[in-house]
């Protein structure tokens, strides 16, 4: 077989010998830096681990030279290069906030210590508004009413005057929340005639209401009047004790006495 190429002068050979030494050249001095800047990549990448691990506040960080390689975060610092020039890395310190102050609440007032002025012996206080009728059975129906408060009635069948003075201190126990008690008694103690008894009894019993309750009101009623021809419908046929509306009057003016007051 013939050969189609055709041959080479001396020239043409000379010459591209030079232009692939010359590429050979310059791909040795590209090798070279390349090697040189791995050296020094690796040789930083050390020198930042070894720095990491021993970082204090007072050591220096170590000299890196300029390149684009990434590299890793402390968690804890961060180095970035100074402003303006490429000089040595230094360190940022990490912003702490302030911890609020504890706010501590502004002491408590003074104990205020009330002395009570209240005087037992003043007359009817607004509180005491309830009342208590005490008697013997003339007053077992009846039913008086306060404007404000309640009207309690302790009826004592048979009871005289001093019996009804031996039931005071039970009835006026919690004194203080009764304003006003109304004593009917005596009926019992008509029959004996004894005026000058009845009135030292009378007079023991007055005493006994205002020794166990100074500031209740006394309000003495009866005896009644016994029956009288023409007042029928005001008396039952014993003709001593008071009927259905005997009973009924004797209330009304018992509640009148008693809101006068």
């Not at 041959?7 to 040795?28: H, Y």
């Not at 402003?83 to 912003?95: A, D, E, L």
Request: aromatic letters at 4%.
């Amino acid at each position: 077989m013939a050969n189609l190429c055709p041959p080479l002068s001396a020239g043409e050979d000379t010459f591209e010998l030079e232009a692939v030494e010359k590429q050979i050249q310059e791909l040795l001095v590209r090798q070279t830096e390349l090697r040189e800047r791995r050296a020094a990549l690796e040789s930083s990448r050390v020198s930042i681990q070894r720095d990491t691990n021993t970082l204090t506040t007072s050591t220096p960080c170590a000299s890196l030279p300029r390149s684009r390689a990434p590299w890793t975060r402390s968690s804890q610092v961060s180095f970035t290069p100074a402003p303006g020039h490429h000089g040595p890395w230094v360190q940022q310190q990490r912003k702490t906030r302030a911890r609020p102050q504890p706010r501590t609440s502004p002491p408590p007032p003074p104990t205020v210590f009330e002395i009570s002025t209240r005087n037992r012996f003043v007359p009817l206080r607004e509180t005491e508004r309830d009342a208590v009728i005490v008697g013997d059975s003339i007053v077992r129906y009846v039913r008086a009413t306060l404007a404000e408060g309640k009207v309690h009635t302790h009826c004592f069948p048979g009871a005289r005057v001093l019996d009804v003075s031996a039931q005071i201190p039970a009835i006026l126990k919690d004194g203080e929340t009764v304003g006003a008690i109304v004593l009917h008694a005596g009926v019992n103690d008509t029959k004996l005639r004894q005026t000058e008894v009845l009135k030292r009894d009378f007079s023991s019993l007055i005493e006994t209401v205002r020794s166990t309750s100074p500031a209740t009101r006394i309000v003495v009623s009866g005896p009644l009047p016994t029956y009288r021809r023409g007042h029928e419908r005001l008396f039952r046929a014993d003709g001593l004790h008071p009927s259905r509306v005997g009973a009924e009057l004797l209330s009304d003016n018992i509640s009148r006495t008693l809101r006068s007051i």
